[in-house]
């Protein structure tokens, strides 16, 4: 097993596999132009599925493909399928908007993907389309009820929460969630990027949103799935099915468990959420590397990993100096894989 310096292992990794988005959602994108890589910067599938055998082969078993919009780009379920024929092969998930999953589910089945979250933040077509800038609420709840005829399950809707946009929806997307059988992951507003304008006073906590809940619909806790996964899971009491979840990176970071790598789109190896920097591996590959070195770097990269961002910044809200969003540029989510 490969422990970094904290003694986390590598079990997850997430692969940006585009930086484009049809979307511009206000907590992530909120510009209206941004400069695209261009095609030939990004990993192309085969050079993503290498780095995929040889990080599962440094205990990676969970690959996450998402972006930007991870459907925006052409052909994922080709990825999806070589990926799943690796040998051990890892689980595959996918996060996306949902925009344009009913038309691609099913050949991501077919393909081999089992697991999907698709993110909604309002069951208000109007409010949707204010948080998302471009989304059509109705195109995303047919690409998630098309994944769900499809047998995909579980479901997970994400739904980022912010103060005065979104925080009066907590139990309508609950109520819907479990009408439906979906489980609901709740995120706190983190400053991701350096363009979201966050403040610390947008967020809704996973205390406040359970609180709210839990008057409506008792829970249970039942932990963090693995022990190291970004939400702690809760069940309803009544014993209906679906579950709730919330990710509470500000107000309860969980860096001690933090067993995630990501891969930029176009290449970097990138040991946290909110690093500045990442390792060209990309350069690696196409200098002609063998998978000897490339693992060589990757083992003594994750060795060196000592990052605690959230930690840090929980630290530094309870301090008398306080925290400061931009004291750091951060790489885009977009291109890190949320
Ligand atoms: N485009 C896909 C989507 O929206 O699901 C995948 C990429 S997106 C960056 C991955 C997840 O990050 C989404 O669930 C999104 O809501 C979440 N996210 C983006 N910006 C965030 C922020 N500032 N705070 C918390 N979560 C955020
Ligand atoms: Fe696009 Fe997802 Fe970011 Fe929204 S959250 S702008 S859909 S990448
Ligand atoms: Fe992991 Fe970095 Fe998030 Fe902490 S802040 S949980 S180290 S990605």
Redesign the pocket.
């Known amino acids: 097993m490969m422990l970094d310096a904290f003694r986390r292992p590598l079990r997850d990794l997430r692969v940006s596999v585009t930086d484009r988005?049809n979307f511009r959602?206000t907590?992530?994108m909120p510009l209206d132009e941004y400069e695209w890589l261009e095609k030939g910067e990004v990993l192309s599938f085969e050079e993503i599925t290498r780095l995929a055998r040889l990080f599962v082969s440094l205990g990676v078993e969970k690959v996450r493909l998402?972006?930007?919009?991870?459907l925006a780009r052409r052909d994922l379920h080709k990825l999806v399928a070589s990926l799943s024929a690796l040998d051990p092969a890892p689980e595959i998930c996918l996060?996306?908007?949902g925009s344009l999953l009913a038309d691609k589910a099913a050949d991501l089945v077919a393909a081999g993907l089992r697991r999907i979250?698709v993110?909604i933040d309002s069951l208000k077509p109007e409010r949707f389309r204010r948080i998302t800038k471009r989304g059509d609420l109705d195109k995303v709840l047919d690409g998630l009820f098309a994944a769900q005829r499809l047998g995909l399950h579980p479901i997970k809707i994400?739904a980022?929460i912010e103060r005065g946009v979104n925080d009066d929806e907590v139990l309508d997307l609950v109520a819907f969630a479990r009408e439906h059988a979906f489980s609901m992951r709740f995120?706190?507003?983190?400053d991701?990027g350096n363009a979201?304008e966050w403040q610390m006073q947008k967020i809704v906590s996973k205390r406040e949103m359970l609180e709210t809940i839990h008057a409506q619909f008792p829970l249970r806790e039942i932990g963090r799935d693995k022990g190291s996964a970004p939400a702690v899971d809760y069940e309803f009491v009544d014993g209906r099915g679906g579950d709730v979840g919330v990710i509470a990176s500000v107000t309860e970071p969980f860096c001690g468990s933090c067993t995630r790598a990501r891969l930029t789109a176009d290449g970097k190896f990138v040991t946290c959420l909110f690093a500045h920097t990442g390792y060209d591996v990309k350069k690696l590959l196409r200098g002609g590397a063998s998978d000897a070195e490339v693992l060589g770097v990757l083992e003594t990269i994750w060795g060196k990993r000592s990052d605690r961002y959230s930690e840090e910044r929980l630290t530094a809200l309870q301090s008398a100096v306080g925290y400061d969003p931009k004291r750091q540029k951060k790489l885009e989510?977009?291109s890190l894989g949320?």
């Open positions: 988005c959602c907590y992530c998402t972006g930007g919009e991870p996060t996306t908007n979250n993110s994400n980022v995120i706190e507003f983190m991701v979201n989510m977009i949320g």
